[in-house]
């Protein structure tokens, strides 16, 4: 066996930076399929121009970044391949089935995804056609992702190998999908919102502004819709890790890794204050009693945020503080919770509001007064959610530490390849792979002596 030559912290280093990259493409793309089919359903229902531009538009940008995510994917598994064959090899074997799967949504994505874009105009009087187009794309899609997931949550709640139901719906596999789905949507809207802001800000005609205005909230209001999902669908899916890995929920929550935990919860206030905010700002155009009910509903928020954010302890780790002191209201029972659903709720009563005053018509286009800020507030939202999407990997990732596969393959075990032994030659042994010449005797046996028949 020849060991890697490779250091375990660079193979780490280069895996992480791919598969890191390549989720936030996968779940961009996803994202943008569910908005942009949806944009279309609601023009074709309640009609609406904009509401086709946007999903004509999010259609193109699919079109054109999928190729991107597809081939970092196929670059995570040739450098998985490389740096970990063993483990690689263990994958294949356990998941196979979910993989081969998966490569089969994987071309039926392409094929829904191709004609759903390049049909746009063929089937102008056929909208409805085209529509179920969009729709098939998005459940291969979510299917696509579902069987990744499989092979993300084996790693940390592993089942039987032999048993493939058992690993295809692990104890984690519904609550990690569940979760990717719902944030794909959120944070496809951010980034939808930002992309608003920057045009918003960089448009020199009227009607450009209104439209990116305008388009900027659409894309808030998803972001800001699903990511009050976010927190109950992911306490779920940290209690089904305490009960079946608690050292992997211990690292995430109680040790010298908590603290990453507590910068997450730190991003995901800051994704539900400063969109609150911006919709405050907003009303402030022309709604005054709006403006007061939303003032009120951020200082809930922020009270929220403030209890969130509370340590249990202060030092690295429950078990080395630096003080002697627990704080009360660090508790995750009742005091997160309550936190959470008072962060959620204001929030749900924040978009209500939102959304009724849009019923009533804002003034679109208007960067004058807080105008401006506000398309700086969902630049930062889109910033602030493309870090929140690569934080929550690195920690889910990295709370299985030391295993690649919890207790069952550890991160630092030798990495080998099979290799052949060398193959002596009257010059010297030879190099690896090089066959025996020929003529010369096969290893083991005596060389034939003079006169033998």
Not at 14 to 31: D, E, K, P, S
Not at 69 to 78: P, T, Y
Not at 121 to 127: I, T, V
Not at 410 to 425: C, G, K, R, Y
Request: aromatic share 16%; proline share 6%.
């Amino acid at each position: 066996m020849e060991p890697t030559a490779v250091p375990e912290l660079a193979r780490r280093f280069v895996i992480a930076l791919l598969f890191l990259t390549h989720v936030q493409f996968a779940a961009f793309l996803i994202g943008i399929f569910t908005i942009a089919v949806a944009c279309e359903f609601f023009a074709l229902v309640f009609g609406g121009d904009n509401l086709m531009r946007v999903a004509r538009g999010l259609g193109k940008t699919a079109a054109l970044v999928y190729s991107t995510g597809a081939v970092l994917a196929f670059m995570v598994m040739f450098f998985a391949t490389i740096f970990f064959p063993t483990f690689w090899y263990t994958i294949l074997r356990t998941s196979f089935w979910a993989l081969f799967l998966e490569g089969i949504t994987f071309a039926l994505t392409i094929l829904y995804l191709l004609p759903w874009y390049f049909t746009w105009e063929h089937l102008e009087r056929f909208r409805w056609v085209h529509l179920s187009l969009g729709g098939a794309l998005i459940v291969a899609a979510y299917f696509q992702q579902s069987l990744i997931d499989v092979v993300a949550s084996y790693m940390l709640t592993p089942a039987p190998p032999e048993e493939f139901l058992r690993v295809l719906f692990n104890a984690t596999a519904i609550p990690l999908d569940m979760h990717r789905i719902v944030g794909d949507i959120s944070f496809a809207g951010f980034l939808v919102a930002g992309y608003a802001a920057f045009r918003a800000l960089r448009s020199r005609e009227p009607a450009d502004h209104a439209y990116y205005d305008w388009l900027g909230s659409l894309g808030l209001l998803a972001g800001l819709g699903f990511l009050f999902l976010q927190p109950a669908i992911g306490i779920e899916y940290v209690e089904e890790i305490r009960a079946v890995s608690p050292g992997a929920f211990n690292a995430m929550m109680r040790t010298h890794n908590s603290w990453l935990f507590l910068l997450q919860v730190a991003f995901l206030s800051v994704l539900f204050l400063l969109s609150m905010l911006y919709m405050l700002w907003q009303l402030g155009k022309s709604d005054r009693s709006g403006y007061r009910r939303m003032q009120s509903l951020l200082a809930v928020a922020a009270l929220s945020a403030v209890v969130l954010l509370m340590p249990r302890v202060i030092g690295p780790s429950q078990e080395y503080m630096w003080i002697n002191w627990v704080n009360p209201l660090g508790a995750m029972q009742p005091w997160k919770y309550i936190a959470f659903a008072g962060l959620t709720l204001s929030a749900i009563f924040a978009v209500a509001t939102y959304v009724g005053r849009l019923r009533k018509g804002l003034r679109w286009g208007y960067l004058g007064g807080r105008g401006r800020q506000a398309q700086y507030l969902l630049l930062t939202l889109a910033v602030f959610a493309s870090f929140m999407m690569a934080l929550m990997g690195f920690i889910r990732e990295n709370s299985r530490v030391p295993f690649l596969i919890y207790y069952q393959q550890q991160l630092d075990q030798p990495e080998a390849f099979p290799t052949l032994l060398p193959t002596p030659t009257p010059a010297g042994p030879a190099s690896h792979f090089q066959s025996a010449p020929v003529g010369e005797p096969e290893r083991g046996l005596p060389a034939p002596k003079v006169g033998d028949v």
